[in-house]
């Protein structure tokens, strides 16, 4: 949580206050966690341009879900790979992409400084969710 408070812009609601905050309260998610508390546990992470809508699941699961049509080149790429690499290294777990709700297809695999891309995924299988 420290990398993510103290290097970007978060817009998380805070349901105990009523009120959007700049910053993810860890007690707070400990406490949904831990079954304390019942309540939706999603933050924004801006990384410039690119809104990350990160849901967080259990302490084993969070789901950060982005949107590629935010992508503008490459170098929006590269933002979210350092993010994701950092993320990978800072918390010494594996980070998949994966299409919407196929949890089982990983694009990419990040772990430590190492990643991985899938080519053999055929996108036509792909359940496809279109935003309006």
Same mark, same amino acid.
């Given at each position: ?34 079954? %304390? !508390?019942?309540?939706? *546990?999603?933050?924004? +992470?801006? #990384?410039?341009? &690119?809104?990350? /809508? ?41 980070? %998949? !992409?994966?299409?919407? *709700?196929?949890?089982? +297809?990983? #694009?990419?695999? &990040?772990?430590? /400084? ?19």
């Amino acid at each position: 949580m420290d990398f993510i408070n103290e290097r970007f812009d978060i817009k998380w609601f805070n349901e105990n206050t009523q009120k959007t905050e700049t910053k993810i309260n860890f007690d707070r998610l400990i406490e949904f966690w831990d079954k %304390k !508390i019942d309540w939706n *546990n999603t933050a924004n +992470i801006y #990384l410039d341009n &690119i809104q990350i /809508n990160t849901h967080f699941f259990t302490e084993d699961e969070i789901e950060c879900d982005i949107d590629p049509r935010e992508f503008n080149g490459i170098n929006d790429h590269e933002k979210l790979m350092e993010f994701l690499t950092e993320l990978s290294n800072r918390l010494n777990k594996r980070i %998949k !992409i994966t299409p919407e *709700n196929c949890p089982e +297809i990983e #694009l990419v695999g &990040i772990e430590k /400084n190492n990643v991985s891309i899938n080519l053999n995924s055929p996108s036509d299988s792909w359940p496809i969710r279109i935003k309006k």
